[in-house]
């Protein structure tokens, strides 16, 4: 890809980012229906019940249906609001989810020809400073809304999630730190491949070297605050219902409401995609797999083919460990109780600022030892 | 906040655009809040999602935190004492249901029960058996839904579902006993509507069997909870002293300390041949009373078990023929049969004049009828002291000082049924 950027683009290069694009794009905005179909479904199962089953096979069809529902409701803008921003504020939301998705990369790289092509829509040098950047952004879209909704309670959901997401998203920054000073790239594409190392071997098997083996504190200091920046239990207080009846998004209806709730989701995907990329080896392979690779090469997979097996190897990977975060994302939801505002602060300043402090000193001492 | 402040704030003193004069000063006042208006006021209810029924809350607001509030009720104010005088004793069994709806068979039983002092009759032993089992499956059912929605307001919403699941397998036991499930009208003066069907009994021991398992389940999902605990305990604190000030009554008081359950110091029924604890706690704050709502329902389980085990078959009905409804064979069939059935639910049976207030441990608390009579087939005065009211009262300064978060934590804490409140 950068030896294209110097090269200037070329046909090529073109058609493999459209597709690469509108792989990502088609991705996202399928995931939603999905997503909202395991929460339900998924909550279903926590809770000995059976949750949607009348469309089609397992209710799968129903997310789409509640779309439609969604999509010819009456898009009404009340009199007491700010018609301009409250129309302004779910785009707001939902287009930084969209982008943040970009830096992520889901496959390695295959070489076509003379042409590389890498399975990531931009490999950008600040990759994960990028990231940080634009899903800070999407807090405008609920204060905005919240502003603009012109409602008491709309208000209380908008200063909780801002000062939520601010708070957290230090502790998120920081959490990271150590990760890249051990890789010593900002690069998300350099942080995956350096997870392809063997950390240790049990057997043919290599353990590899996965972020969370490096930086067990800093996973869990950076999952907890995914949860925090996604608005999902047990920090979904932006939304609260039974305290601030539905936060930010009270006012809003149709399919103004159902951006934010796109949003939400795509927020969600982004987050476990993060979380896999950075801690999980993102698209290697999972252990042992590599060995299922090498003697299907044996047996004559060659060339080409298995480039592509390959790929599509390390993509459903990268999907697998998404799913899972996701996954996770909707278990620990209908698990365990909410936070109260405070205690959300004093974990946020108190508990988990520190602690990224801490994983960087020590991070770096041991960096220093050369232990890392 | 000069003293705890239970007087309503009247409009003019406070407006939220800041237009109105200010004379609100706060010891604890805030020093960047130069003008005093940082305060906002929000109507909480009755149509908030946490203001289960319909209740509301006006509150004052710094940030969060609630500074002073009032609550009103009587949203659903239906008339309840008054319909008492306009119906007949049999008639006002289906409005007794209406009360506290989580657990209608309490108000059936403790309403029959004062009829049937009035009247001097004596219900016979498998109706007592039978009625103390409904009695403390309601109360099964009520704290169930309590401890469930109180935890759904904090955010726990699978806790509440493995409740409601045995929730409902004991409405399918209450189907089989009268054919309704929330509504029941179960009892009749001096009886019941129906005899428990054929094997009852042991359906009821294996719903306990599983309700116990269930109730492990669920303690260890939520009791030791780092959040839950958080969110819990020293939240919404009501001391024994206030309590009583406050006229409380049931799992509330005592979970301040205050050691009453009339089922064991005015036994009624036939609660003193069963044996049972009376779970009591100190701190008088949510977490308290969750715990205390969670032992009662095994205690509660205990006494179901012991019921269903000693209960034996025989007569429903008090020998009395007042207020004996004839039998539909004998309505069909003889025409005096046929003429006192038309009688008894036209016009109802004459009790004699008296006065007589009963009291049962309802699921909230102490449930009372109060029936004044002068004769005739109706009440001269009906008065129900619901638990709810009393408690009711408290939810403002329960939750003076704490977030909006506790209080909404505070009021499933203190289970307020509304039907019960208004009445």
């Known amino acids: 890809m950068n030896e294209a950027v110097t090269t200037g683009f070329d046909t090529f290069d073109l058609v493999a980012m459209g597709l690469k694009i509108a792989l990502i794009v088609v991705m996202l905005l399928q995931v939603v229906p999905i997503m909202v179909w395991v929460e339900r479904r998924g909550s279903a199962l926590l809770q000995n019940r059976l949750g949607p089953n009348r469309i089609g096979p397992f209710g799968l069809l129903q997310s789409l249906v509640d779309a439609i529902k969604m999509m010819f409701k009456e898009d009404r803008v009340t009199g007491h609001v700010n018609p301009f921003y409250f129309r302004l504020a779910p785009l707001v939301s939902l287009i930084p989810a969209f982008m943040t998705f970009a830096a992520i990369p889901f496959a390695s790289h295959i070489t076509l020809g003379d042409k590389t092509v890498e399975f990531q829509i931009a490999d950008l040098n600040v990759g994960l400073l990028y990231i940080l950047s634009i899903t800070s952004l999407s807090v405008y879209g609920v204060i905005m809304g919240s502003w603009a909704s012109n409602n008491k309670y709309a208000i209380f959901g908008g200063l909780r999630s801002a000062a939520q997401m601010i708070s957290y998203e230090l502790s998120m920054g920081l959490s990271i730190i150590g990760l890249v000073m051990i890789v010593g790239s900002l690069k998300l594409g350099d942080i995956a491949a350096a997870q392809g190392a063997a950390l240790f071997h049990i057997g043919p098997l290599a353990i590899p070297k996965w972020g969370i083996f490096l930086q067990p504190i800093g996973f869990l200091i950076f999952i907890t605050c995914t949860y925090a920046e996604t608005n999902r239990l047990p920090f979904d207080l932006p939304e609260g219902e039974s305290e601030i009846v539905a936060g930010y998004h009270l006012e809003y209806y149709s399919m103004m409401f159902g951006a934010f709730m796109m949003a939400e989701y795509i927020n969600m995907t982004v987050a476990s995609a993060l979380t896999a990329t950075l801690y999980f080896g993102g698209w290697q392979l999972f252990p042992g797999l590599d060995l299922v690779l090498a003697s299907a090469a044996n047996h004559g997979l060659q060339g080409l083919a298995f480039e592509w097996t390959r790929v599509a190897l390390e993509a459903a990977c990268f999907t697998l460990k998404t799913a899972f975060f996701m996954w996770l994302f909707v278990w620990v939801r209908w698990t365990i109780p909410r936070f109260r505002y405070d205690q959300l602060m004093n974990l946020g300043w108190k508990v988990l600022l520190p602690l990224s402090l801490a994983n960087i000193f020590v991070t770096g001492y041991l960096i220093y030892l050369k232990v890392l | ?423």
């Open chain 2, 1 to 423: 906040m000069e003293t705890r402040n239970e007087t309503p704030f009247t409009s003019g003193t406070y407006s939220a655009q800041g237009q109105g004069p200010h004379h609100f000063h706060s010891i604890d006042h805030d020093p960047d809040d130069i003008w005093g208006d940082s305060r906002v006021v929000v109507n909480i209810g009755p149509t908030h999602p946490a203001m289960h029924g319909a209740l509301r809350m006006v509150a004052k607001v710094n940030g969060e935190t609630i500074e002073q509030s009032y609550c009103e009720f009587g949203f659903t104010h239906r008339a309840k004492e008054k319909l008492g005088e306009n119906r007949t004793y049999h008639q006002f069994i289906v409005y007794s249901d209406r009360l506290n709806y989580c657990s209608a068979l309490i108000n059936n039983v403790a309403y029959a029960m004062s009829v049937e002092r009035l009247l001097g009759v004596s219900v016979p032993e498998r109706c007592v058996w039978i009625r103390m089992i409904a009695s403390e499956m309601a109360r099964v059912i009520d704290h169930l839904v309590c401890v469930g929605i109180g935890a759904v307001d904090i955010g726990a919403f699978s806790f509440f579902l493995y409740g409601f699941h045995q929730r409902e397998e004991a409405y399918t036991l209450i189907e089989k006993l009268c054919g309704a499930r929330l509504t029941t009208s179960y009892t009749r003066i001096g009886g019941l509507a129906g005899d428990a069907p054929v094997g009852w009994e042991d359906e009821v021991k294996a719903w306990v069997k599983k309700t116990r398992e269930c109730l492990d389940e669920m303690d260890s999902l939520l009791t030791g909870n780092k959040i839950w605990l958080q969110r819990t305990v020293g939240v919404a604190r009501f001391s024994k002293e206030d309590c009583l000030k406050y006229s409380f009554t049931g799992p509330c008081a005592r979970a301040a300390g205050i050691d009453i359950d009339l089922r064991r110091d005015a036994p009624y029924l036939v609660y003193d041949k069963v044996e049972f604890d009376v779970p009591i706690a100190q701190n008088g704050d949510v977490f308290d009373r969750y715990l205390v709502r969670m032992e009662e329902i095994r205690q509660s389980l205990n006494i179901i078990q012991q019921c269903a085990e000693r209960m034996k078959p025989g007569p429903v009905w008090a020998d009395d023929k007042r207020t004996r409804i004839p039998d539909k064979e004998v309505v069909h069939n003889t025409m005096e049969g046929l003429i006192h059935h038309f009688k008894f639910f036209m016009t109802g049976f004459d009790v004699p004049e008296g006065e007589a207030y009963t009291t049962v441990e309802a699921a909230n608390g102490e449930l009372g009828f109060y029936i004044c009579s002068k004769g005739g087939p109706k009440a001269h005065r009906m008065r129900i002291r619901g638990p709810s009211v009393y408690h009711f009262q408290a939810l403002s300064p329960m939750s003076q000082g704490g977030l909006i978060a506790d209080m909404v934590a505070a009021l499933g804490s203190i289970n307020i049924i509304a039907g019960e409140l208004d009445r």
